[in-house]
């Protein structure tokens, strides 16, 4: 595939995403930006001496300028959060590097497709479409794909079914107030409840389906692994490279990412996850599906928790 990504940011994140690409065959060209130039230096010559062992590809530590006529650009730019201090304190400090960001890299490519990964995501995601000057559609937050992920793995495990055969999805904030809209949630088009009578039927040694348990899993892994090793960067790497492909895919994919709500579900101006149609022409629009009324809620909950975060960031 002939294709030129560029990532800013060499952080964990930025690097582990350049290192996965570099063993796919998404990207013919990989530009990898950072303000320590030592670091994406190192970076970039670890993953280029792997590169024998795949075709040809090209990858560089460059400058912004070396993002033009990127096909996709990826943001993963921002510090990690201090002990002590504040969700409001870091969204601010991460906004800041943005906008330093964005006039310079958006110059350079003005017509790439945007995957913002850097966190809050959601909120990084607003900032950038309300200041990049970029149509809407440009704009794709990772939002809650890694989230998804997650469900999946923990489904897959709870019920020892492949996760290819589970449709299950996270929506709202990639956080603490994201959910997990059980109505839609199936495996191979049975519901979740329903499978679970199946597999007992069967003979299945299966436990019952904690529903809190299993959204506690979902939102506490990344704090999880964080405690354990220091960061999290492998699942959401493979997370954004499949998002890659599927924005230089022949045809559009349905996939929880982060966009700019428009009325749906009488929610607007924020950005956060549901059922999005994406492809080579970016965002094209939100899939409506059917939730029951506490879910609608948990939906609206989830974005007003995110709008009183807006409310207290500078945008200018």
């Given at each position: 595939m002939s294709s030129k990504i560029t990532i800013v940011g060499a952080g964990s994140v930025?690097?582990?995403?350049?290192?996965?690409?570099?063993?796919?065959?998404?990207?013919?060209?990989?530009v990898l930006i950072d303000i320590n130039k030592e670091k994406v230096a190192g970076e970039v010559m670890d993953i280029e001496q792997g590169t024998c062992f795949r075709d040809p590809i090209s990858i560089v530590a460059g400058e912004y300028k070396d993002a033009k006529d990127s096909d996709i650009v990826i943001i993963t730019s921002g510090i990690a959060r201090k002990p002590g201090q504040?969700?409001?304190?870091?969204?601010?400090?991460?906004?800041?590097?943005?906008?330093?960001?964005t006039p310079q890299i958006v110059e350079a490519a003005p017509n790439a497709l945007y995957v913002i990964v850097s966190n809050p995501v959601d909120i990084m995601t607003y900032v950038f479409t309300k200041i990049s000057g970029l149509p809407e559609k440009q704009i794709i937050g990772s939002g809650t794909i890694l989230d998804t992920a997650r469900l999946k793995c923990g489904l897959s495990e709870h019920f020892g079914v492949a996760q290819r055969n589970i449709h299950a999805y996270v929506f709202g904030e990639h956080g603490d107030t994201s959910f997990i809209p059980w109505t839609g949630t199936y495996i191979s088009g049975v519901s979740v409840d329903e499978f679970y009578g199946l597999m007992k039927s069967m003979g299945k040694d299966v436990k019952e389906l904690d529903k809190e348990e299993m959204l506690n899993y979902v939102q506490k892994s990344g704090g999880k692994i964080i405690a354990n090793k220091g960061a999290t960067f492998y699942a959401v790497s493979k997370a954004?490279?499949?998002?890659?492909?599927?924005?230089?895919?022949?045809?559009?994919?349905?996939?929880?990412?982060s966009s700019m709500m428009h009325g749906e579900y009488g929610i607007e101006d924020v950005c956060f996850s549901t059922l999005t149609l994406v492809g080579p022409d970016g965002v094209q629009g939100k899939v409506p599906m059917r939730m029951n009324k506490s879910e609608v809620e948990c939906l609206r909950k989830s974005a007003d928790a995110l709008k009183s975060v807006i409310a207290q960031i500078d945008l200018n």
């Open positions: 930025g690097a582990t995403i350049a290192y996965t690409l570099a063993g796919e065959d998404i990207a013919s060209e990989i504040t969700r409001i304190e870091l969204t601010q400090t991460n906004v800041n590097i943005l906008k330093s960001i954004v490279c499949k998002l890659c492909n599927i924005l230089l895919a022949a045809s559009d994919s349905i996939v929880t990412v």
